[in-house]
């Protein structure tokens, strides 16, 4: 009995700190089109609308996520061939969004764990979760209200995640909410931010475009952490795609309001990204890109941590294939310091892995069925140096009117014997 009254004490401030703030900026809408976003939550319409930027059918950035719809648009003014079924994909969903289709949600997912592997699409499962939404876009705003049931570590509890409301003045969008956050150009490494939505967020995002940073977008945000060394978090970052063939990125943090003993007082952290894409070669879309962020620990190294990544997408028939290959290293010096010295839990990012390869396919097929395989292998971040590889099997196809999502994780360490973990997701929207 206790328990359960602490459990919804904590439930009913965080959606009494959402209240408040979200009360506060309903007395500023005015008059303007609204402006809602791609969700961090879908690889494979992430997929396509990277393929069609790569491909230049679009332009804009694609790194940053949620990802305004009004940041990406069609320029290509040629018959669309090689990318049709991403195109027809890409408008559908933007359609989607405008005329509120399928704004309305219920979803339930069961797994014999929680999991958490920070991929795009794939930061965090719970052992199991029932949900619901509601979703509504006028000409001055957008809101979403989502009430979920689900257990998180061990404790059944009642959460808002993925609530947000939006407000949007042309160029200007200003968002309050608790939604996945995803920066960067990585699909299974990221050190610039990855939010599984339990951080309640202030964010506000300008974009524009002139000749000589091309399209180009500006995010402010302050974060009320949620069980983290730190009570705040401002983050700031821009993304600039400059030409067809090459994007570019700078995030800034800051923390604030220690709350525990942690190593690092007053951190910050700068991360900076680069993505260079090349002309079609044999129809296919490609890139290769790459993360840098600051030290946290050792004074003695200015780079800690950086990603390297290479990715392809090929249509086929109307079916498609996106394959991607990631590696992660740590800076030796940085790598010694926090063996010797730790490091708080703060960073939002994949930042504490070491020596990580990552492979990942992607397939879409013409009939809505998709399917992705992953495989990982890490070496642990400390004086033991054990090596955990995680393989993943996910299959999804329509079932009676919605989405079925099959996944099968094995994850194996050094000397130690693996586990399975199955789940599954049941969501339908009308």
């Known amino acids: 009995m206790l328990v359960d009254f602490v459990m ?63 940041l990406i648009n069609e320029v290509s003014l040629k018959s669309v061939t090689v990318l049709n079924t991403e195109l027809a994909q890409f408008r559908y969903a933007m359609q989607s969004a405008r005329l509120s289709r399928g704004n309305r949600r219920a979803s339930f997912s069961a797994g014999s764990s929680n999991t958490e592997n920070k991929w795009f699409g794939n930061v965090e499962r719970d052992k199991w979760s029932l949900s619901a939404s509601y979703e509504h876009i006028s000409n001055s705003y957008a809101f979403r209200l989502n009430t979920a049931y689900d257990e998180n570590d061990g404790n059944p509890e009642l959460d808002w995640n993925g609530s947000y409301l939006a407000l949007n003045a042309g160029n200007v969008l200003l968002d309050v909410g608790m939604t996945v956050k995803w920066w960067g150009p990585g699909w299974h490494h990221n050190l610039s931010l990855v939010s599984q939505g339990d951080d309640l967020d202030v964010n506000i995002s300008v974009m524009g475009d002139n000749s000589w940073l091309g399209v180009w977008n500006v995010n402010a945000m302050v974060s009320k952490l949620y069980e983290q060394d730190y009570e705040y978090r401002t983050s700031f970052r821009m993304v600039s795609r400059f030409a067809s063939w090459l994007e570019v990125g700078l995030t800034q943090h800051l923390w604030h309001g220690e709350k525990s003993a942690s190593p690092v007082k007053g951190a910050t952290q700068t991360v900076g990204d680069l993505r260079i894409s090349f002309s079609d070669i044999l129809d296919t879309q490609q890139a290769i890109y790459g993360e840098v962020a600051s030290s946290q620990v050792s004074e003695a190294a200015l780079n800690g941590a950086y990603v390297l990544g290479w990715t392809a997408h090929k249509s086929l028939w109307h079916n498609s294939i996106r394959v991607v290959v990631e590696y992660q290293g740590m800076n030796e010096k940085e790598r010694q310091a926090i063996n010797t010295q730790g490091i708080g839990n703060y960073l939002a990012s994949s930042y504490e892995l070491v020596n990580s390869w990552s492979f990942g396919t992607y397939f879409q097929f ?21 090596k955990r590889q995680v393989y993943q099997l996910s299959y999804g196809l329509p079932v009676l009117a919605g989405m079925l999502t099959l996944t099968t994780d094995y994850a194996s360490t050094h000397a130690e014997d693996g586990t399975w973990n199955v789940w599954s997701q049941y969501e339908f929207r009308f």
């Open 8 to 70: 919804s004490l904590k439930f009913f401030k965080k959606f009494l700190d959402f209240y408040k703030i979200a009360s506060v900026f309903l007395l500023y809408v005015n008059s303007s089109d609204a402006s809602p976003w791609l969700e961090a939550s879908d690889p494979f319409l992430r997929s396509s609308i990277v393929a069609l930027t790569d491909g230049g059918v679009l332009n804009g950035p694609s790194n940053i996520y949620p990802l305004r719809w009004s």
């Open 366 to 386: 013409y009939n809505d069925h998709k399917v992705s395989v992953i495989t990982s292998e890490t070496t642990a971040l400390d004086s033991f140096e054990k």
